[in-house]
């Protein structure tokens, strides 16, 4: 059982990759704070859980009742991802948030992000989807199964931490610093959406 808890949470660690979502989650949450950035780190978390506990015990027959495939999963979640990296790039976001601000008159909103793009694609994406479905649907029995979810559950807790830690440790680069950091993770994270495009249309096309 410890060689599956460990080859369990290696698969679903390199997939997740808390250390790759962190500073992406601190450019997001830039201006939100630090209880704020606790709330969405934690919420989102939890929302990822849920949504990859569903898939892990019920996702096969789901996603045969509505004929989609992992494939489709991947195009979608990339397309995703790609907009939210354009607004990170060219801090479309920002703009919008201070033209909120102005209408309210007040402190300037802060945008929930927990749920969108973090939960899901990036925590719950194609990939974390995928991996938790075969995991459970190459075990055998209930403790195996019990097993992969602990591995799950342990991973989501390293992410949740690492999510907390990321924006005070980027806070101390100081404003411009942060700046350029936030446009970086941008056109990495652009990198990314475009890379699960690509890969749902290998998988789609078979090539």
């Known amino acids: 059982m410890i060689e599956l808890f460990l080859s369990a ?7 997740i990759d ?5 500073p992406i989650y601190a450019g997001l949450t830039r201006d939100a704070t630090p209880a704020q950035q606790r709330f969405m780190a934690i919420k989102a978390c939890l929302i990822a859980g849920a949504i990859l506990l569903g898939f892990a ?3 096969e027959k789901l996603l ?3 004929h989609i495939e992992l494939s489709a999963f991947r195009i979608a979640g990339g397309i995703m991802l790609f907009m939210i990296a354009i607004d990170m790039v060219f801090e479309k ?6 033209e909120r601000a102005e209408k309210i008159m007040g402190t300037p909103e802060v945008e929930d992000v927990s749920v969108f793009p973090m939960a899901m694609p990036m925590l719950a994406g194609p990939g974390a989807i995928a991996s938790v479905m075969l995991l459970v649907g190459g075990s055998s029995g209930i403790e195996s199964t019990l097993v992969i979810l602990g591995a799950l559950a342990s991973v989501l807790l390293l992410t949740m931490f690492a999510l907390m830690a990321a924006s005070p440790l980027m806070r ?3 404003a411009s610093v942060e700046a350029v950091i936030t446009r970086l993770l941008g056109v990495l994270l652009a990198a990314l959406a475009a890379q699960y495009v ?9 090539v």
């Open 198 to 206: 690509i890969d749902g249309l290998r998988e789609s096309f078979g």
């Open 9 to 15: 949470f290696i698969t679903l660690f390199v997939v």
């Open 57 to 59: 015990l019920f996702g």
């Open 172 to 174: 101390l680069f100081g």
């Open 64 to 66: 045969s009742a509505l």
């Open 18 to 22: 808390p250390p790759g979502c962190a």
């Open 93 to 98: 976001r920002t703009q919008r948030r201070e």
